[in-house]
T-cell receptor, first 113, second 114 residues
Framework: KQEVTQIPAALSVPEGENLVLNCSFT??????LQWFRQDPGKGLTSLLL?????REQTSGRLNASLDKSSGRSTLYIAASQPGDSATYLC????????????FGIGTKLQVIP | DAGVIQSPRHEVTEMGQEVTLRCKPI?????LFWYRQTMMRGLELLIY????????DSGMPEDRFSAKMPNASFSTLKIQPSEPRDSAVYFCASKEQGLFTEAFFGQGTRLTVV
C-alpha cells in the first residue's frame, strides 16, 4: 500500500523567499507524480505533472523534481508571493492495477507580506 | 469546458437522512473518482469508475455508502443513513484514459451531518 508523507506539515515564510516542499512515497513503482494546490474551501488545482521518466518539470516559478528510485519529490517555489499561500499536495500514481493515485496530507504554506 | 461540476456545494442534514452528492465529469474523460477529505485523514479515495464501470470500491467505508455512474456524464455518491462522522468534503475528479494524463478536481461538496 502506497504511503505518502509530506514535510513540513506547515510552513510560514516572508515574501520573496525561495522554498522547498518535500514529498516521500513508499512504493517507487509509479507512472507519474502530480503536485496540486488547494486554497481554503476550494478544490484542487493541478500545478505540475512529472512523469516517471522525467527528473524535473517546470512551470513559471515552480519546479518539481522526482527521484523515483528513492521515492522522493520536491516542489521548489521561487520568489514566493502572498498569493502562493495555500496547501500543496503531492500525489504519486502507482503503476500497478489501475494506477491508483494516493495523496499526502499536504503542506500548508503561508507567505507573509 | 466548465471543468468538473459538483452539486450541491454545501449540504447540511440531520443524522439518519439520505444524502446524494452529484458530479458531472469533464466531457471526454472516461475515468471518474470520488474522494473524501478530512483534517485527520486527508484525501481518501472512495471509489473509481472507468467507462462507467466501478473498478475499485475498496475505499467505500461502509454499506451506507453507494455510488453509481449511469452514463459518461453523471455520477452520484449516496449516503443512507448519514451519520455525524460522515461530515467531510467530498470531491469528484475525472481524467482522460491513459497513463500520462492528469486528474481534474471539482470544487467539492462540504457535507455536515448534525
Amino acid at each position: 500500500k502506497q504511503e505518502v508523507t509530506q514535510i513540513p506539515a506547515a510552513l510560514s515564510v516572508p515574501e520573496g523567499e525561495n522554498l522547498v516542499l518535500n514529498c516521500s512515497f513508499t512504493d517507487s513503482a509509479i507512472y507519474n507524480l502530480q503536485w496540486f494546490r488547494q486554497d481554503p474551501g476550494k478544490g484542487l488545482t493541478s500545478l505540475l505533472l512529472i512523469q516517471s521518466s522525467q527528473r524535473e518539470q517546470t512551470s513559471g516559478r515552480l519546479n518539481a523534481s522526482l527521484d523515483k528510485s528513492s521515492g522522493r519529490s520536491t516542489l521548489y517555489i521561487a520568489a514566493s508571493q502572498p498569493g502562493d499561500s495555500a496547501t500543496y499536495l503531492c500525489a504519486p500514481r502507482g503503476s500497478g492495477g489501475y494506477q491508483k493515485v494516493t495523496f499526502g496530507i499536504g503542506t500548508k504554506l503561508q507567505v507573509i507580506p | 469546458d466548465a471543468g468538473v461540476i459538483q452539486s450541491p456545494r454545501h449540504e447540511v442534514t440531520e443524522m439518519g437522512q439520505e444524502v446524494t452528492l452529484r458530479c458531472k465529469p469533464i466531457s471526454g474523460h472516461n475515468s471518474l473518482f470520488w474522494y473524501r477529505q478530512t483534517m485527520m485523514r486527508g484525501l481518501e479515495l472512495l471509489i473509481y469508475f472507468n467507462n462507467n464501470v466501478p473498478i475499485d470500491d475498496s475505499g467505500m467505508p461502509e454499506d451506507r455508502f453507494s455510488a453509481k455512474m449511469p452514463n459518461a456524464s453523471f455520477s452520484t455518491l449516496k449516503i443512507q443513513p448519514s451519520e455525524p462522522r460522515d461530515s467531510a468534503v467530498y470531491f469528484c475528479a475525472s481524467k482522460e484514459q491513459g497513463l500520462f494524463t492528469e486528474a481534474f478536481f471539482g470544487q467539492g461538496t462540504r457535507l455536515t451531518v448534525v
